[in-house]
């Protein structure tokens, strides 16, 4: 049953709330995309856990029946001209095969085309690099070898599949707004990081991304 427009509202402030905290890893994600895609255009051998995750994996493809549901709900009949054309090389690859079964068809080289109502994986998962900058600095505890979920580091569930519509019922008002807590307690946790700090453990970061590609 596709969401309804009051739960697709409630999952847009807190994607927003995700969005603001991600982008603190904004260039480290650009880094980490355009070596991989240098390596794509290269035919170096590597495996898709070591590429960009927007790159090797297709969470529009995954929940495309939610994803069209939740888009037309919001953005109405003609969301899809955001993704890109069939055939159409915003990835400048040319016709080079991508490990895993990306890539994704909202990625270019300037980032994601879909702004809002995205599926929650996109807003939730953190890379094993990012984990890395996280567990260096003490933010965060638990394995880096593998990408994991936000929710994850609270032992909590998410509202956002309920909210989207992938998960049946409806939405506790007191685990949304627990979540949101959560989501700012650890955005103000960053911040209170020193840039030189940050900035250290990105660079750190950039450097294992390197040693993965070759």
């Given at each position: ?69 939740a888009q037309k709900t919001m953005n109405g009949p003609k969301w899809q001209d955001k993704l890109t054309p069939k055939g159409f090389d915003f990835l400048d690859l040319g016709k080079k095969k991508v490990a895993g079964h990306g890539p994704c068809p909202a990625l270019t080289v300037k980032g ?103």
């Amino acid at each position: 049953m596709p969401a309804s427009r009051q739960n697709l509202l409630a999952f847009q402030k807190l994607e927003r709330d995700l969005i603001r905290l991600f982008r603190r890893f904004t260039p480290l994600c650009g880094f980490c995309f355009n070596e991989s895609a240098k390596a794509v255009r290269e035919n170096r051998r590597v495996a898709a856990e070591d590429l960009c995750c927007c790159l090797a994996d297709n969470q529009v493809q995954d929940h495309w029946c939610w994803l069209e549901a939740a888009q037309k709900t919001m953005n109405g009949p003609k969301w899809q001209d955001k993704l890109t054309p069939k055939g159409f090389d915003f990835l400048d690859l040319g016709k080079k095969k991508v490990a895993g079964h990306g890539p994704c068809p909202a990625l270019t080289v300037k980032g994601c085309t879909l702004r809002d109502f995205r599926p929650p994986t996109c807003s939730t998962q953190l890379c094993a690099y990012q984990l890395q900058v996280l567990n260096e600095l003490g933010l965060v505890q638990g394995p880096t070898n593998v990408p994991r979920q936000i929710e994850d580091f609270w032992n909590t569930a998410s509202p956002l599949n309920q909210l989207y519509g992938i998960k049946p019922g409806e939405p506790d008002r007191a685990a949304i707004a627990k979540f949101k807590t959560l989501i700012n307690d650890l955005e103000k946790k960053i911040l209170a990081v020193p840039p030189d700090k940050w900035q250290a453990a990105v660079d750190r970061a950039e450097a294992a991304i390197q040693k993965k590609l070759g």
